[in-house]
């Protein structure tokens, strides 16, 4: 039985971090960051690009999903709204898999922390502060286990991750 470990979370929450760890930790595992799938310029989002983009994470997954190699899938991305992940997992071929779906959530003060030192080193801009800290709170209603990484390393969250799976 293949595994899909989806990781949702905010802007900086610290999703890559923790797949990255999660793909070191797992036999046989294969990782898709959905932000590689917007990784274009010029940057353009409209109901064309979503769809395309929804597509390719689509497509990849599928693919790791009928691989005989891979027993362990991470996908993260920032899927704020229940939907967006219902929509992934209604066109994926599951029959042989199990879904765990993670949202890794952190206080606000964390979260700009962590953000705000990203601005400092010019990996992001500062409009992501007031973007993040404003989806937070959406994380609370998903269907989803729940890990708080305020206080928390990447490897410590891939750590609870694997207890959760």
Known sequence: MKRLIMINGTMGVGKTAASKELLALLPNCAFLDGDWCWDMNPFVVNSETKNMVVDNIVYVLNNFLKCSVYENIVFCWVMHEE???????????????????????????????????????????????????????????????????????????????????
Do not use: F, P, W
Not at 104 to 113: D, G, H, I, W
Not at 135 to 143: E, P
């Open 83 to 165: 939907y967006i992940m219902d929509q992934i997992l209604s066109r994926l071929n599951l029959m042989d898999a199990v879904v765990h779906k993670i949202s890794l959530v952190c206080s606000e003060q964390a979260l700009t922390k962590r953000l705000s030192g990203d601005v400092e080193r010019g990996i992001r801009t500062a409009d992501i502060i007031a973007r993040s800290v404003s989806r937070l709170r959406n994380y609370a209603s998903m269907d989803t286990i729940k890990i708080d990484v305020s206080k928390i390393t990447a490897n410590e969250a891939a750590q609870q991750i694997l207890m959760q799976i």
